[in-house]
């Protein structure tokens, strides 16, 4: 059982940054892929990033890429979304899930989630 907690959402101006962190319960941190969604009003939760168990393998999607950068320190249980150059269409709830096995961008194949974190991207 692993259980999510995220934090750092928030306001922020078009261009700006926000550092997304979430924390994990268990002891098994380590053997679960990492992933972030996200989800914006009216509109299905998509795919953001994901990252292996060691941290050596990321995956983004096309809209993130070259912007945000996904990163986990397993001796804190802790994963990280590092957001720059923010654009006012990155505005979503931003959700921390996790699951066992291999990287997968689909949010049905997720096992555990957390809350979610708003983040507003002012123009």
Known sequence: QVQL??????????????RLS???SGRTFSTYYMGWFRQAPGKEREFV??????????????????RFTISRDNAKN???LQMNSLKPEDTAVYYCAARQ???SGSSLHYDYWGQGTPVTVSS
Do not use: N
Request: proline fraction near 0%; charge should be negative.
């Open 22 to 24: 979430c924390a994990a």
């Open 78 to 80: 802790t994963v990280y």
């Open 101 to 103: 096995g291999y990287y």
């Open 5 to 18: 907690v995220e934090s750092g959402g928030g306001l922020v101006q078009a261009g700006g940054s926000l």
């Open 49 to 66: 990033a994901a990252l292996s168990w060691g941290g050596g393998s990321t995956y983004y999607a096309d809209s993130v890429a070259g």
